[in-house]
């Protein structure tokens, strides 16, 4: 049973930063790809970035891109997205999402459909 725990999450001013993790198990990690989606209240549940098996490869979403920055070290299955420059529109709760099949490269990476695990979510809520 995959499991994903998602860490790191919090209230930051306009400007600031936050580094988010999720911590995998369940599985041989590194074979396969993950992401990171968001979600505001009344609203479907958006991709924000992916990271394939290797490392090697990475796809953002455009309002993401420059910004935020996706990391994973296979040795301890965590995967970690880096924000910078935090927007108040990036508010939102973040779910790490782990890839449904191995080795999956982009584009295939940035869509929902992929993943079919899911952590809990974690708050980010950026203030003006």
């Known amino acids: 049973q995959v499991q994903l725990v998602e860490s790191g999450g919090g209230l930051v001013q306009a400007g600031g930063s936050l580094r988010l993790s999720c911590a995998a198990s369940?599985?041989?990690?590194?074979?396969?790809?993950m992401g990171w989606f968001r979600q505001t209240p009344g609203k479907e549940r958006e991709f924000v970035a992916a990271?394939?098996?290797?490392?090697?490869?990475?796809v953002y979403a455009d309002s993401v891109e420059g910004r935020f920055t996706l990391s994973r070290d296979n040795a301890e299955n965590t995967v970690y997205l880096t924000i910078n420059s935090l927007k108040p529109e990036d508010t939102a709760v973040y779910y790490c999402?782990?890839?449904?099949?191995?080795?999956?490269?982009?584009?295939?990476?940035?869509?929902?459909?992929?993943?079919?695990?899911w952590g809990q979510g974690t708050q980010v809520t950026v203030s003006s």
């Open positions: 369940g599985r041989t990690f590194s074979n396969y790809a």
């Open positions: 999402a782990a890839d449904a099949s191995p080795y999956t490269t982009p584009p295939a990476m940035g869509a929902r459909t992929q993943y079919n695990y």
């Open positions: 990271l394939s098996w290797s490392g090697q490869s990475t």
